[in-house]
């Protein structure tokens, strides 16, 4: 019997309104575990031989809710969103808290795959073994507000029919999107809550293109047993009790990047990323602080609760509510936008939220469009009327609108920074990809490589990650040591990064041992496992199509503003070494088993049984 | 019914302070069923916003509503620590004891055909403990006292809902967000 899983997956086709259970082998489950990993291994099964042929947001794609072995004994809980990123082309593990895991696993699944398109906008409902495809028509077009209100509000009351007598019902699990996914945008998050979002990947867009507004679950059922529970509870009380001891970081979360990243590090975007600099002491921790209705706030089984809940509850931006905002939204919809006050980085956030877009892929296409204003590339004419200067909150607030409903200008920012700047750049004749601040289509997270000082950024870490701008998934080198093979396992166990901080991969494995009773070594993921998903992930992004397509080596390298210097601060002047970063590039294709082009050597597939994807990599003569 | 409540104990509860955690929930389930079952938890968080998260468990009325509403008998009082203990065997599951509590708060075990309450686990609260450790002390246990009445707190998810909502998010946006 398999322990740590619930054993079986709920596989709903949106076309022909399909349920089936869908089960993986023991092998399978091995090898890629779940998240991240295990949706990498269904994607290129199902999807790989057509890979550049498959349009992100048509009806072909696969759609992969997914939780891991970790999801719901792990301190901290998280599911993995996943399919063909309308982003970057490639796969994308974009993992999002709440109780959602939680709630599938006891309702019998470790995951949801969807495929196809509803005809008309649907919703799904699924409690315990009971699924259902149902109407969305009454909130198609809704915010996240009143999206979230009708779902539990209704579920709550169909829950009531199912069981009658049971007494007071508890909400079920909520994944949704805002106009933002419906509208098919590529800078859509998929959300839970108000402002817990997978957003890198673009799969809101993804949820949009397939007619599907929601995902409710509720499960009645016990967290799936596991191999050794004594060990586990054991083990998951230890990881707790160290996480009671993170001080600063359960007092203050990532809310206090806002400042440091900027005054301390040099690494912050500041006005589409012109700048890393800024030391504004209206956006230190503490002026946050004076937002914060709850000092901790947190998830299923969290020990850390890092987020914090803001409330604006006087003053002209009254009724704006939102997490934290964290360390990403602090920049991405403040600094990035010329804004250093948190009153309006709290509006602006919950205003992104309210719109179901990514914080940080929106908060750069808002960054973008008014540097080109700036700099009198787009005109008031352009941008339907809008001015967004730099701070100007109402401006934004307006753009946000038009991106999420693909209005006017929206409807070319809607794309995404990279999208965007070649559309534009074809209206205007003019290049302007080095206003687009992106990796691979994927706008960058909110840590710069300039200062050499990001002390989750460096060099290579966007330029060789198979996830782009991805800051939760950065490259570097030794490849064992806390580099994306890392990202990997904690976004296939499916943990949240937040509670792991120092917890020993020996531990994470140990834990893993406890909860599966399958045996797993180090060396085993770090030479083998992981390595595997890693190379299927880097050729589905070399695959890339039909709209975008990464040339290896060529565009694995840093967005072009990264090697501008830094124009001030305490690293005024500092920029990438183009020298150390081709060496640094180098090295790390030779670590991860790839020529000096960057792309998968033959013989490195074949070690690690991918002689499908040499195949097919042959096939586009990529492998020559 | 009269007791006398030396010794008997309390669980105070801080809703403004609740992080939605949920290790509470964790660990009555693991005490009382062995493992981690959110539904079957003794106390359980509703987030009917998110933001307003209510832990809901027995608020220990004086006069026992329950108790007197069972009809057969399989509610009992606990005059030790002042906890309902429950005879799952004679449990009918006819919910009437459901219905005698001002909050609503007995509830069906998920799997199993009866009714489910806190029993202060028999006097050390493993929910407390949980909410201690972390130190965000949203639930407190203090000794139960003569003078005051439990039972006027004794409320339904939705009512402490509006009551915390308007009290964290401000009265105006409460309104907004409860709709």
New interface residues.
Partial sequence: MMRGYAGKFLEIDLSSRNVKDTKFSDEVLRDYIGGRGLATKVLWDRLGRKWETVDPLGPENILLVLTGPFT??FPGTKVCVSGKSPQSNGVIGSTVAG?FG?DLK?GGYDGLIITGKAEKPCYIFTCDSQVEIKDASPIWGKKA??T??FL?RKSIEEIKDV?P????V??PSVLYIGPAGENKTRVAAVVA??AHGAGYGGYGGVMGAKNLKAIVAK?????P?VYD?EKV?DLAQRF??WN?EMERFRRWGTGGGGYFFGAETSSEPVRNWQNEWHDKESYKKEEFDKYW??K????????T?CLK?A?L??GRF??A?CDNPDYELEAYLGTNLGIFTPEENIYLSYVSNELGLCGIQGGAVLGFAAELYEKGILTKKDLDGIEPKWANVEAFTALAEKVAFREGIGDILAEGVYRAALKLGKIKGADLLKYAVHEKGVAIGAHGVRSGEDFIAKNIAYACSVQGGDHTSAASLPLDQGGELSSIMADSAVLCIFAAFGIEDNEKINFYEGLTGWKLTRKEWYKEKAPRILHLQRAMLLLGGPDAKWRPKLDDDNPLRFWEPLPSGPYKGKTLDRKKFDESRLEYFAAAGWNENGVPKPETLRKLGLEDVEAKLKDVALIK | MKTNRNNQIWIKRNY??C?????CE?AC??HH????????SRI????????VEIP?LCFQCEDYPCVEACPARALSLNSKIGAINIDASKCT???LC?EACSG?????H??GNY?VICDLCNGKPKCVKACQ????NTLMLIPRKKEVSYKTLAK??QELTHEVAEQ???E??AK????
């Fill in positions: 719901g004994y109780e939680v006891c507000r009143e979230l209100r539990v069981r007598s049971y007494g007071e508890k909400e809550k108000y499960g009645f059922g016990p967290v047993d529970k509870i707790s009790e009671f209705v709850k901790n706030w947190g998830d299923f089984g969290c020990p609760t809940l409330v509850k006087t009254r009724g509510i | 403004e302070n992080s939605g955690c949920r290790r964790i389930s693991l069923e062995g493992r981690i079952w959110p539904e079957a359980r968080i509703f987030m009917l916003i998110p933001g809901h599951a006819c919910g459901i609503n708060v007995p509830h069906l998920p799997e009714i450790e972390g130190r965000w339904k998810p964290i998010l401000g105006e946006t907004e967000v409860l709709g």
